[in-house]
T-cell receptor
């Protein structure tokens, strides 16, 4: 059974720091991995999607990497800003049911001025 | 604007009173699903639908029903709500094709007394 773990559960950093969020999964037979952002009381916003054949994806200050063989993904946020404060979720889709997502429990990030 | 909408956004009800949470998407997506989010458990899939009139159980289907009579709509029905169904519910949709990025609605916070 696929399990997704995110470490740390919470993170508080000063503005301007570069930071790394970690995601690990137990079964390497994934179709893709997606990173989401969730703001309090709001829905999920897709940040980056990495196909299983890819190693990384970049969008602005965000860079996500995928090492399928070791069951790990990282989300790198450069030059963090207070507006980055949110909960970040990673989710994997399964190779045999490509639209079902298995979610981690998230990392709650606070960036203070 | 491409989006997934849910109604209502907030609902407080009592045990046993049937309710329906609506979900609609305007992206002509084949695949739609429902998730519930609970503290410490993350998001878990309740039901999904791969096309009109095709639905199947996710990981936590007990106490829920769904229907997919039209491509754009995927309502979640609680025939006899119980307090353990108090949760934050999300509807999601995707193309069901290779780059199956998932799009999420804003969420419905349900409290069952």
């Amino acid at each position: 059974k696929q399990e997704v773990t995110q470490i740390p559960a919470a993170l508080s950093v000063p503005e301007g720091e570069n930071l790394v969020l970690n995601c690990s999964f137990t079964d390497s037979a994934i179709y893709n991995l997606q990173w989401f952002r969730q703001d309090p009381g709001k829905g999920l916003t897709s940040l980056l999607l990495i196909q299983s054949s890819q190693r990384e994806q970049t969008s602005g200050r965000l860079n996500a990497s995928l090492d399928k063989s070791s069951g790990r993904s990282t989300l790198y946020i450069a030059a963090s800003q207070p507006g980055d404060s949110a909960t970040y979720l990673c989710a994997v889709s399964l190779s045999y049911n490509t639209d079902k997502l298995i979610f981690g429990t998230g990392t709650r990030l606070q960036v203070f001025p | 604007e491409a989006q997934v909408t849910q109604n209502p956004r907030y609902l407080i009800t009592v045990t046993g009173k049937k309710l329906t949470v609506t979900c609609s998407q305007n992206m002509n997506h084949e695949y739609m699903s429902w998730y519930r989010q609970d503290p410490g458990l993350g998001l878990r899939q309740i039901y999904y639908s791969m096309n009109v009139e095709v639905t199947d159980k996710g990981d936590v289907p007990e106490g829920y029903k769904v229907s997919r009579k039209e491509k754009r709509n995927f309502p979640l029905i609680l025939e006899s709500p119980s307090p353990n169904q108090t949760s934050l519910y999300f509807c999601a949709s995707s193309t069901g094709m290779q780059n199956n990025e998932q799009f999420f609605g804003p969420g419905t916070r349900l409290t069952v007394l």
